[in-house]
């Protein structure tokens, strides 16, 4: 019987509910001993001319061991990080210590390093940093306009980048529509707020190299990162992953911070370490999303959906990082698994005065789905047509063959119509709507909301030549273990559980004899790291051909052991050893095969591309019309991501991901003042989700394999995060639709529930 496919527990577990993680925090290695802590002052205001910088108090406080600014940093010879694609404009660009100008609260202007962790707080006190207050640019459309200025004089613009050319917009997309509707949508910034917040070690060798431990999502690109930043050459640099509490796409690369701590240990010649605080991990570390969107949706009364037109505004923050590049993902994706005629996406990139945004769990591809659902939604109240039957009507049909986009996605296989119908079914949608109907009949103060999503998103993608891929070398010993080295970077997904499981079918190797390797940039050099949903489907199809051509080899040398042609051998994976055809009792075990030369394999796996999984959300709540206070009653997902190796971990990444996406749904928002001085710095007020505030979720299985590699699956990470977050919203909108509301944004609070409902009625109080 096969391993793959069970319930196999987490083999990580153990060792984090006994002896607990090691964060970065909790090194000991004895190159650190003696480490002195660097600490870090911090803008207080959003835009500002940087007059003066007065470290001298600092500098003579107790247990300081030194104080640098950004005039030391570009003294040293480091430039300044231009972004991070060429067609953006390439002079907004940001000093790892603020020099001249500060455009965010919270960013970095100075760094303090003292001998014990608690003194920096009160030495980072005595820091004092004069500043010519500028107007601040607060919000994106503030940005598009330069009411207030420019955050870059040089660049002439507050726009970074634009994808999709309007001026090829059609004139006339919407002709022949019966229905058309348009709503502006506000997908809100959001905070990432990992369990373990930031933080770093490092320490510089006698021979010249830098070791740097820092939480991450992939050593090699946090090392590539490094080595740009500091001018280093790559074989200088090696960088090490601890355990990582938590990322959530905000780890991945290097921030100014990191790349400052190591260059201190350089000038200092001594090792240094950094953890910031909660309300520095709010302030600083990239946010999410941050798009206002709108759009314009046309069709028939029947429901047929003719033509839709997504306009983005996204707020990339003080300095553009990767989320600029987003909007592009979000435009890739803007039809999601619906069959539109005529469809077209433009989206514009600006900066403000706030903390630059980055990825955030599915990145890009939530607000696409965000977009498109609701647009469903308002299309169906328009049209008069139920919401279920509107998207039955405009789903793409079932196919196995690829199917490209208008927008040049190629989705490798789907069917979305047997989704819908599966969550539908499993949720009891036609009793939903029958006691909907008579709570609405009687009047009651507690009204029910059904909302629905149907989503694709884009897994694994990657601009490789030949593909996006991924390696994976995998060892067997003399003593019968076996070690995998892998490019991808677990942080709470279970490789270390999966990846054993797949060595082990291949080479019968019990899985708690399997070790399993990543984050060090010595021991695996290449790796693509672990975000996009893409580990499974290229490092774990990757550890399943080490292990074939593993075997492979070993084929050729059990041959020669026994003295037999390698095409009359058989492997028999109960014992883990070869035998001959014929005469079982003549064998050679695979671990023998390792004692007289090393056995091992390095492979890459390539895709021929990303893959495209999708699903669909019924998510049930109740509201409180007297209040606008909601309850999350039921979330019914079918999310389908191919052939799933340990169902366990695959409910795991489901269960957080609709938790998460329900949460930004309610009432994660991160809050600046016109000013753009932030109003949600700590979790008294930037509120989530926590187990007492959801139900539990009902999965719906359901499997379609991709033949985009061998284990036929496709990524699982971030979608509960895509389908439930416009799944809940439709449902709060829906609970009180029949009271005049037709749209709230996100996040769907009390206050903003009620507004919608007094609005509706006339009230003067809204």
Avoid at 109 to 127: H, N, P, R, S
Avoid at 317 to 344: D, H, N, Q, V, W
Wanted: hydrophobic share 40%; proline share 6%.
């Amino acid at each position: 019987m096969s391993i793959l496919g069970t319930r196999v527990l987490r083999t990580e577990d153990p060792g984090f509910l006994t002896t607990g993680a090691v964060y970065t925090e909790d090194v000991q290695d004895e190159r650190l001993a003696g480490a002195c802590y660097v600490h870090f002052v911090r803008s207080t205001v959003a835009h500002a001319n940087i007059l003066s910088i007065d470290t001298s108090a600092a500098q003579d406080a107790d247990g300081v061991v030194a104080v640098y600014t950004g005039k030391d940093l570009a003294d040293a010879g480091l430039a300044p990080v231009k972004p991070m694609m060429p067609n953006m404009n390439q002079k907004m660009v940001q000093s790892l210590l603020a020099t001249d100008v500060v455009r965010f609260v919270g960013e970095p202007v100075a760094a303090v390093i003292t001998k014990e962790m608690y003194q920096g707080e009160d030495a980072i006190e005595l820091v004092d940093v004069d500043y010519g207050i500028l107007p601040a640019v607060a919000t994106m459309h503030q940005a598009l306009s330069g009411e207030r200025g420019l955050l870059f004089p040089d660049a002439e613009t507050n726009v970074v980048v634009k994808f999709g050319d309007e001026s090829e917009s059609n004139p006339d997309l919407f002709e022949g529509c019966e229905v058309v509707v348009s709503e502006v949508i506000q997908n809100q910034r959001v905070a990432p707020a990992p369990m373990e917040s930031r933080s770093g070690a490092a320490v510089w060798g006698e021979d010249g190299r830098l070791t740097a431990w820092i939480p991450n999502q992939g050593a090699q690109g946090t090392k590539g990162a490094l080595v740009g930043i500091l001018g280093l050459r790559p074989e200088d640099v090696r960088i090490i992953t601890p355990d990582v509490g938590g990322a959530f796409g905000a780890k991945f690369g290097a921030d100014s911070e990191h790349a400052v701590i190591c260059w201190i240990a350089k000038q200092l010649g001594r090792p240094v370490r950094w953890s910031e605080t909660r309300n520095e991990n709010l302030l600083v570390m990239p946010h999410g999303r941050a798009q206002e969107q709108k759009v314009t949706i046309g069709g028939m009364r029947d429901g047929t959906v003719l033509a839709y037109r997504l306009e983005v505004l996204q707020d990339c923050g003080a300095y553009p990082k990767a989320g600029a590049f987003l909007p592009m993902l979000t435009r890739l994706m803007t039809p999601g698994p619906y069959e539109i005629p005529r469809a077209e996406a433009f989206t514009t990139s600006v900066v403000t005065n706030t903390t630059p945004v980055g990825a955030y769990r599915g990145a890009g591809r939530p607000e696409a789905a965000a977009a498109i659902d609701r647009a469903m939604d308002l299309f169906a109240d328009a049209s008069g047509v139920d919401p279920a039957e509107v998207r039955r009507k405009n789903l793409l049909p079932k196919f196995t063959e690829p199917h490209k986009t208008a927008f040049g996605a190629v989705y490798d296989s789907g069917d979305y119509v047997t989704a819908l119908e599966k969550a539908l079914a499993a949720a009891g949608y036609d009793e939903l709507l029958a006691e909907q109907a008579r709570r609405r009949a009687a009047g009651d103060t507690l009204q029910l909301g059904i909302g629905l999503s149907s989503y694709v998103e884009i897994t694994g993608p990657g601009g490789e030549a030949g593909g996006p891929n991924e390696n994976s070398t995998v060892e067997v010993h003399p003593d019968g273990t076996a070690t995998i080295l892998t490019g991808t970077s677990p942080h709470g997904q279970g490789h270390q559980t999966v990846w054993a499981m797949l060595a082990s079918e291949e080479l019968g190797i019990p899985i708690d004899k399997i070790t399993v390797k990543w984050g060090d940039t010595d021991l695996v050099p290449r790796g693509g790291g672990t975000g996009g949903s893409r580990s499974l489907q290229l490092g774990g199809a990757a550890v399943q051909q080490a292990s074939r051509e593993l075997l492979d080899v070993a084929r050729d040398r059990a041959a020669a052991t026994l003295e037999a042609s390698p095409s009359d051998l058989v492997f028999d994976t109960e014992a883990s050893a070869f035998t001959v055809k014929g005469d079982p009792d003549i064998s050679v075990p695979l671990s023998g095969l390792a004692e007289a030369e090393r056995l091992f394999v390095h492979t890459v796996f390539t895709s021929p591309g990303p893959t495209f999984p999708f699903g669909s959300h019924v998510a049930v709540v109740d509201v409180d019309t007297e209040t606008g206070k909601v309850f999350l009653r039921r979330v019914v997902t079918v999310d389908d991501a191919g052939t799933v190796m340990n169902p366990l971990l695959a409910e795991g990444q489901r269960h957080g991901g609709i938790a998460q996406g329900a949460a930004q749904a309610f009432l994660e928002e991160v809050v600046y003042d016109d000013d753009g001085n932030p109003l949600t710095a700590t979790f008294a007020d930037y509120p989530f989700l926590s187990a007492t505030e959801v139900p539990s979720f009902d999965l719906v299985d359901m499997e379609t394999p991709t033949s985009y590699n061998p284990l036929g699956a496709k990524g699982i990470g971030e979608a509960g995060s895509i389908g439930s977050t416009p799944a809940v919203q439709n449902a709060v909108i829906d609970a009180v639709s029949h009271l005049g509301v037709r749209h709230i944004d996100m996040p769907t609070s009390p206050q903003r529930v009620w507004r919608a409902i007094q609005a509706a009625n006339g009230s003067k109080e809204a």
